[in-house]
């Protein structure tokens, strides 16, 4: 694979930004780097004032003079195109480039990413800048491989410029080809929202008390996915007619209304994700955000990056207190801390770690995105800790090209995504149940993969022992297939409730429920209901173990060789099925009519004999994570302790500690934030 | 009376959507619903489009053709205007008729409810699309009403557009004729706000602070009642020039900014009313919004319909969970809700229940807003309920026409309402009182109306035993005149704190409070305070009981006869008046110098003798509520109980139970979200 | 000095609206004011039209009838500038002269303060208004004062017009002369901001998140402050035309983004405050704001005043609940707060006490709020207090002109107040310090000044025995001069976290922290963090006294000479140096690593010998103020009771009570809400 992802090892990087210091100070800083084990650094993502700092006219002598040390010094780098923040000249003058709060109100020059997708003049003059870039530099020596743009739909995932809705047309004249089709899918018979010219339609605008047709809203979330993936492959296919062979093209995701897999697919060698898991602890949110987990949810992101890419990079990996002048307050990383979320990237797939960023920036609206060095640019105490986590890695190399091992598949699709987004009904099992297993996996030590439905291959999925698909909101019959088949093959699939009663278009079926999965799961749904607020959670008794149906709850029957399993105790419908199975080729299907609880989530997980996979190698307190990953027959066990206490793990086996070579069985104690990479 | 409030039956209809579903349907709906006893549908209120698919073009065929059904099958109609819901082609070539933000941000297509009713070219386009659906369809022989709109002033009962702020200064032109005396209404003297030309004036604009004048608000209130008003009238005077004889013209309100009384009177055979009790158990508001009365709370807008038609009905009926995809997330009515509701409707003193909707939307904004039926159309168990309510009301016709009966009045009037709710100071003494008021009468049984001074007869208002004006803060002479000869007749009235100290421009009265009713009351008020955050809510003891003076205390003084009742016993002003009384021809009033707590409220009933009427007939817990409509000397007693449990009832004398036409006696049982109706 | 500030007694005011009241009432008016003590009136700050009714017609009629007839009584007048309200034909005819939202929506007419400074229309059309009313009234007899406009940057303190844009070019242009030097100020090569062209920049827009450059803002924050200056100097010019010698000007403040010492100094005699202390009591923000000091607060507005004038005046003071139809819902003032307040600003250095207003007004948004006669005129309680105030007063004329003594100065400058309301993190901890600090102070009964590092001259400074600056973020080497010095001559300065990272452009130094005062405080930095939300607040042990370090930790190193005081005992950083001194001269300086609690104030105040410095006089309760002011070696105690019980105080000295001349020593009485005067 590519330069950085190839397999041999684990390689460090910073971000570093040579037009924020003095000409003086970059040898020095590329060789301290280097010092510390930093082989990589990614730079001119908001540089595009130093190529073409007036319209037209262009100069490459800056990072001429900087690749050129770069390449004295021995420096490899990514180079990135600029477009996330376009010069005040161009904004000024095109102020159709703008993106726009919905009611109108354009966001104007200032900050960042302040531009709209679908202005023929931005994607014009984004092609000059990427052509004129990629044509000057991508033969250099030091480059090894590129970075589109810089976050796509961070701050803003939402579009509602002129441009927008210009474009909307388009994409929706392709989709549907004429208004009827348009009108049927919308449903815009309803509150007489009929379209009778293309041209009256645009993208959601503000209406009263903001009830937008949810089927427009959904269809709009697939164009900004569009328009950012046209955007990304317009610049992806520049580059490619310019980069040198083995130069990857990336970028760092993952934010909203973006079907990252597409764009991978379409633009990217593979993607890169930014990790700031101290966003855990920020005093402005903390008391709102905390729970047990903290910072280890981060590992939920890590997980969705692998969904896209199996082995993937961290292009901002958090190595010092985050925030701006508005928020985001952050303390600094405690000793340990860097070391932690570092092994925690690992842990779940990264073979690329590139510490954002270099020095703290001095000036603008980042000056409290500390990096490694702060503002002055001493040697300090997270240098040092840098410094010791390019030796751990020297002492794992053969952990690079391994694969993240989980028997459980949490299945995923950006359609019931984003449906969870705009409909609240959705949104509120979706998240809750998303979260709910989200901690009994983690706490149970079950690693796990997420699966995006549309875009695993069948053969993928199948090897799942356990597919779980919270809330299949949105069901087609390609993604029912999908998973007929793994169940035929002798997978388990467990559903909750409110599975198929929408179609693609978000309309509601009227089929019975649960629509395109009745047959697969022998269920009938008569009737369902929000759990009052009034009510105590209902739960059903499943083989001795509790399952509590939070939220929301379909009432079951069993049709077509449906087994009723379980029965909720509570409420009107107590006695009612809550749970059915069905035996379908090789495997089982499970429908439960709740949302889940983190209990819910541990009692299938225990029920279907998933749990703690690695419970016969070691024994570690609900507090530390386990991440495996396996190559070539060998098995590496991360173990990562996330408190600030000291914490015993009992080992069954003998296994090598990769930091020290050592063999280690029994009681060893692991520190606060401390942790081990174990060979099995 | 009409059709459907004849008096000799109570009457089930539904809403239905023949543009919403195939036309294989319909002709299976239409036996469906007769087969469970709706007798009656709603159509057409969303349908512009259907008749009108571009601007000018009309075609008759859709409704024609279902009309005809309806005839053939025998359901009777009633038939909407459309113009809640613009077509897109109307919006989008006449921007001029949308609504707006009040900083003037248009609300476009893509909800509804997003027109104004003042622009020209939108009462143009409604009186032709009006004249040409009543000239077609008024004489079909299954129609039997009409509903104009639907709705109006839900969602937005403020309108920003240009054209509104012209018809604000014909209305005010017409109301004050010179710009001199507007300026003396409006107290424009007062930070230098004074108009030198009409076209100086807007409805009210974005302002510092949004500080705007309160009298210009005020007055800005009355002007889109005013408008809605006019709108109304516009739409049934074109109606009435088509309808058969017979024929009713209703619309289904009640909605901020609106005189239905006017309304009524000017426009409409009589008042229908939308009633979601189930919004008391909405998940996402749950916990702000709880409290002893949840449903039971929906018994405050049906007392609020009464006051405007005294027999009225019920155009929308819940009979499922309701939401959309942007809120108000109900569950499913429990086993029991759909006919205790109705019955709260119909003991409140509706004729005509109609629900909504026959079957479940599954496109658009309200796919949660159930039905009857959901989205399959199945038969289930709310189609059951809906059944069983039909056999309950054959039992009961004699019901029909009888009026609810009420010895207790609480007087209300549109001014001091909205300026309530401009005012903050006015607003927090009149909701806090208004609420106090309800559970006080709820909860001890005592059947009440809703009395709007300016629209009641004197002869209707003296019927009273008991007035009670909460906070009677705007007062006018005509109203004073009413309330002196209510008293006079022998009427008790009851005021609380802050009397007449607006005039009806909303301007502080110079007077010595309380202002015009000072001699009724017999009272004089030296000085007034809020009641300080940090000091207890200080209180009065009046023959032995406790009358808490929550929220504002005037501090009283016996004048021209008036006389002392109780004292303050707490706060600096301890030992000051705090209710004062004074006999005028037959009658009391009472000046009492806070706003009402439930307890104080309680006391007061108490004290008066109004209180638990029916306690001599029947003894029952606080969570049932009792309602009695009387006709021919015949008192018919609703027995509603709230809670999930079952409730133990004495009757203290032989009722006769309509439901079975058994006799009871002594102690029955009324099960969770039971109902009875009893003969008496 | 001037008439009202003279220092020979201390004078009684009030606020009055000819334009409000019949005429036929005025007389009285004025007469009842003389007859309880207040002899001097403030008039016109909001009667443009009274004189310009229309554009370029002037008369002056209604006022010249008022000041004869004020001549004619011998009531004296303070004499507005009317341009808080310009007339609604002057904005609806030049709506450039409107402020907007940072959006671009206009304020409009209908409340105050909507206008621009910076529109050339306006300065204009105040010029003209001006100066045809200084040429007009101010050489009347009755005249002894000018009040300019009203409350400048009340309402808002940002500005967001097209005028404003302009004049912040121009703004822009004076202070960096080129761009380049712009760009270097504002670090615009952060996120691609640079300008390339002076069209380019605005006053600060709408852009993503909000997320707009800092040092942008902080510079407008001067250009704003830069713009009231000019505007205040525009008037202040033209009135010195036209006034009578000994006549003064004064406008009333404190708000937002101004510098009011430099207005001060430019345009005025004096300063005036605005001072509400019930406030404090508001029942819509009563639950957040609550704590122990309430009322008691507002010493530190007035503290605030008095750092701008030594002797300063209450324009506006509280004499009846406050409020508006939109908020602030106060309650009256309980018997004694009036005295209690007026003595609060007496205490503070007021020599002048204005009651706002005589009459409660009867219309527009400020119906509530009350001044010491309600709507009718009537005599009551409030007017009985004013009149016994008046009594107090006539028993300590000596008492005018006596100076606040004070040991303690906190240090302050607009730079740092105005970047830590634009920077989260220097807010949080400024603002928390700056609670800690006077609630300590207050409670301690130490009396404080603030004095404003920029405008204080060495020698005030010099005079301190203590100087705090809580957190010196910004620091520019002139500051530090004066700091330098004030040490070297004997004085003890205190820092606290976070100094000198800051230069004045609000960008990051790349010195080693504490910058520019690392050699003063012997302090070196080499690591900092948040305290994590998930930690105890970290402390040291000073000499037996607990600093409790909160918030934010500078982890400290002596160099040049720094003697480590006290070292954290907490966190991963327990051992390490929190609190570090330095010898400079005669003097000493502290370097504290943390933010303030009460604690941590007290701790230094009682460690640094400044505490309490009367407890030899007097023993008095928390709940009490004291304050001092001292003329010809003769010191005058102030003593205020702000809860409503009674309180005992203990006199070891013998004390003259100049309410009565009686001397008093041992236990005495204070009652709820009482005051004393003492001298000593």
């Known amino acids: 694979m590519e330069n950085i992802l190839r397999g041999d090892k684990i390689t460090l990087g910073t971000c570093y930004y040579p037009e924020h210091w003095d000409k003086s100070l970059w040898e020095d800083d590329l060789k301290r780097m280097l010092s510390v084990g930093i082989e990589v650094i990614r730079i001119a993502e908001f540089a595009w ?99 589109l743009d810089n976050e796509f739909n961070c701050e803003h995932w939402e579009f509602y410029s002129e441009s927008d809705s210009l474009a909307f047309r388009v994409f929706l004249k392709n989709k549907y080809e004429t208004l009827e089709k348009l009108n049927e899918a ?118 969705e990056a692998r969904a896209i890419s199996r082995i993937f990079g961290i292009m901002e ?112 099992i979706e998240w809750s149940s998303r979260m709910a297993w989200f901690k009994a996996l983690e706490k149970s030590h079950t690693p796990f993969d997420f699966c995006y439905l549309d875009h695993i291959s069948q053969e993928e999925l199948n090897g799942y022992k356990v597919l779980v698909y919270p809330h299949a909101v949105i069901l087609t019959e390609e993604g029912v297939n999908k998973l007929k088949n793994y169940v035929e093959q002798g997978g388990i699939l467990l559903l909750g409730c409110r599975a198929g009663y929408k179609d693609s278009t978000g309309k509601c079926v009227m089929a019975k429920l649960p629509g395109l999965v009745s047959d697969l799961c022998g269920t009938d749904i008569p009737e369902y209901s929000y759990v009052a607020p009034d009510d105590a959670v209902p739960y059903a008794i499943w083989n001795g173990k509790k399952l509590p149906a939070a939220i929301f709850n379909d009432l079951l029957a069993p049709v077509n060789g449906g087994k009723v399993e379980a029965e909720y105790e509570d409420a009107y419908y107590a006695g009612t099925p809550a749970l059915i199975s069905k035996e379908t080729g090789k495997g089982k299907t499970y429908y439960f009519g709740g949302a889940f609880t983190e209990e819910t989530a541990l009692s299938f997980l225990e029920g279907l004999g998933v749990a703690s996979p690695y419970k016969d190698v070691l024994t570690l307190p609900a507090c530390c994570e386990i991440s495996v990953r396996e190559k070539d027959g060998i098995k590496y066990i991360f173990v990562l302790n996330y408190s600030k206490e000291n914490i015993e793990v009992t080992l069954h086996n003998e296994l090598t500690n990769l930091y020290t070579g050592a063999i280690e069985k029994g009681e060893v104690t692991l520190e606060g934030y401390g942790t081990k990479v174990y060979r099995l």
């Open 186 to 303: 919308w449903g815009t018979m309803f509150w007489n929202q009929i379209y009778t010219s293309w041209d009256e339609i645009y993208v959601p605008r503000t209406t009263s008390f903001g009830n937008n047709n949810p089927h427009h809203l959904l269809d709009y979330k697939r164009f900004i996915s569009d328009s950012v993936c046209r955007y990304a492959k317009l610049q992806s296919d520049i580059l490619k007619k310019y980069i040198k062979p083995g130069d990857f093209i990336t970028t760092n995701s993952i934010f909203g209304n973006l079907d990252c897999c597409r764009m991978t697919e379409e633009s990217l060698d593979f993607i890169t994700y930014d990790s700031y898991p101290n966003f855990g602890y920020c005093l402005n949110d903390f008391e709102r955000m905390k729970d047990e987990l903290n910072d280890r949810k981060w590992s939920i992101n890590l997980t």
């Open 49 to 147: 004032s130093k190529v073409e700092y007036r319209e037209g006219e262009f100069n490459f002598d800056f990072f001429d003079e900087f690749l050129e040390l770069a390449a004295k010094v021995g420096m490899k780098v990514i180079f990135c195109t600029p477009t996330a923040t376009p010069p005040a000249w161009l904004t000024d003058k095109y102020p159709e480039v703008l993106n726009a709060r919905q009611d109108g109100v354009l966001f104007r020059h200032g900050a960042r990413r302040h531009y709209n997708y679908n202005s023929k003049k931005y994607l014009e003059l984004t092609a000059i800048i990427v052509e004129k870039i990629a044509e000057h530099y991508a033969k250099h020596e030091s480059i090894i491989g590129w970075q």
């Open 317 to 428: 990996q958090q190595s010092g207190s985050t925030g701006n002048h508005i928020g985001m307050e952050g303390p600094a990383p405690r000793p340990g801390q860097i070391t932690l979320w570092t092994m925690q990237s690992i842990a779940h797939g990264a073979d690329y770690i590139s510490y954002f960023r270099w020095r703290t920036c001095t000036m603008g609206s980042e000056i409290y995105w500390h990096g490694i060095l702060d503002y002055s640019g001493r040697d300090n105490r997270r240098l040092k800790e840098v410094g010791d986590v390019y030796k751990k890695l020297q002492c794992m190399k053969e952990v690079a090209g391994a694969r993240f091992k989980a028997e459980v598949g949490i299945v995923k699709d950006y359609d019931n995504g984003w449906d969870s987004e705009l409909d609240v009904w959705h949104g509120r």
